[in-house]
């Protein structure tokens, strides 16, 4: 006994190798003193922290948490161990349309000469939001499908729920700069080209990509820095904020306030900024004296409202309720509308219905005949 713990004193478990401070070693060090407390019952007692695989004295929670790899286990969208196919070949389709829909719209904007205006920029960058904000989610969501309980390292977890939250708060900071710019086309015509410059449309665009990743940053940080029991279920189809925190075995309550405040302020200004753009083209559109234009604003407005509606609704009624109204079937599906349909929807809803979209597409298909059609006539010559 005095042999070992002289050997702890000194650091001499391996005499003639030096002391290190990478990852590895601290490893090796875990090992080596937790064969040591299973053989004394004295110094298990004072140290009651290696076994409950906590951090070690002077490393942070965070660093403790790449080192150890606690690692989750996915549960998926659905409970039990079941596999679902034909809910597999679903989301499978599902997620192809929206690749298919919102690269679409990427490079008809992009390519598209008659589509410079402000709308189709701001456009452009929300189906690329879109299809990259589904890609975070849904291939995990179908593994599950497939084969639930996924496991997942520390690491993948964080780094799906860093993108997952800025590309939906950047998706929302654009849904409200579509609406100012649609409001704006509705309510002031006349000085549309000078209130919705390029120079203010492309600050709009940086500054939505760049609130929604540090609004990201910082969420990831606060949870991450908390202490998680090892291969911890969660019930869920991807790492969610709110069921990262009801896993963390550490005290919440200031990154939860923190989060909560913080979090309350960057959601609910774009809402606010959508909810009044559409009031003022909502009053403006009430005020027009044709029937026929005032029809064809409101079936297009309305099917923009309704898709600004099912993502704000669904991610208010995830992120901002008591906890004592949790519940885990409700956060998935709801977790289905928002960060699945919606985005899938939106390309389809901003942009069919549009006939300047519909005559680029039409030209970008023709463009891509003609040359096959030429090929074909020489290869028969």
């Not at 942070?60 to 039990?80: H, K, Q, V, Y």
């Amino acid at each position: 006994m005095d042999n070992n713990t002289s050997a702890l004193k000194t650091g001499d478990l391996w005499p003639g190798r030096k002391p290190a401070h990478s990852a590895d070693s601290i490893e090796v060090w875990r090992a080596a003193l937790q064969e040591v407390c299973l053989e004394l019952p004295e110094l298990r007692r004072a140290a009651p922290c290696l076994h409950q695989h906590r951090p070690l004295p002077g490393l942070s929670t965070a660093a403790a948490n790449l080192t150890s790899a606690p690692g989750f286990l996915l549960l998926g969208l659905m409970d039990g161990t079941d596999a679902h196919p034909l809910l597999f070949l679903l989301f499978l389709s599902i997620y192809l349309l929206n690749a298919l829909g919102n690269l679409s719209m990427v490079v008809v904007v992009r390519s598209d000469e008659a589509l410079r205006s402000p709308m189709y920029y701001f456009l452009g960058h929300l189906s690329l939001v879109d299809v990259c904000f589904v890609t975070v989610t849904v291939p995990r969501l179908l593994a599950g499908l497939l084969q639930p309980g996924q496991a997942v390292s520390f690491q993948a977890c964080f780094a799906q729920m860093y993108f997952f939250v800025a590309l939906g708060i950047t998706e929302s900071y654009l849904l409200a700069a579509m609406s100012y710019d649609r409001a704006v086309a509705v309510c002031r015509p006349l000085h549309y080209a000078a209130v919705v410059s390029p120079r203010r449309c492309w600050a709009l665009v940086r500054a939505s990509w760049a609130v929604g990743h540090l609004h990201s940053l910082l969420h990831t940080l606060l949870i991450s820095a908390l202490s998680y029991p090892r291969g911890a279920p969660v019930r869920h189809f991807f790492c969610d904020m709110t069921v990262m925190l009801s896993l963390a075995t550490s005290d919440t309550s200031s990154a939860e306030r923190t989060i909560f405040s913080e979090g309350l302020a960057v959601v609910l200004a774009p809402l606010l900024l959508v909810s009044l753009s559409y009031a003022r083209i909502l009053l403006a559109v009430l005020g027009l004296r044709s029937a026929g234009g005032r029809r064809r604003a409101f079936s297009t407005c309305g099917a923009h409202l309704l898709a600004v509606s099912l993502f704000f609704g669904s991610v208010v009624s995830v992120y901002f309720r008591p906890s004592s109204a949790y519940s885990a079937r409700y956060d998935r599906l709801a977790s289905v509308v928002y960060a699945v349909v919606t985005p899938t929807l939106n390309p389809f809803i901003y942009s069919l219905r549009n006939r300047e979209v519909k005559g680029a597409l039409k030209r970008g298909l023709r463009c891509r005949a003609a040359p096959r059609e030429g090929r074909g006539r020489v290869w028969v010559h």
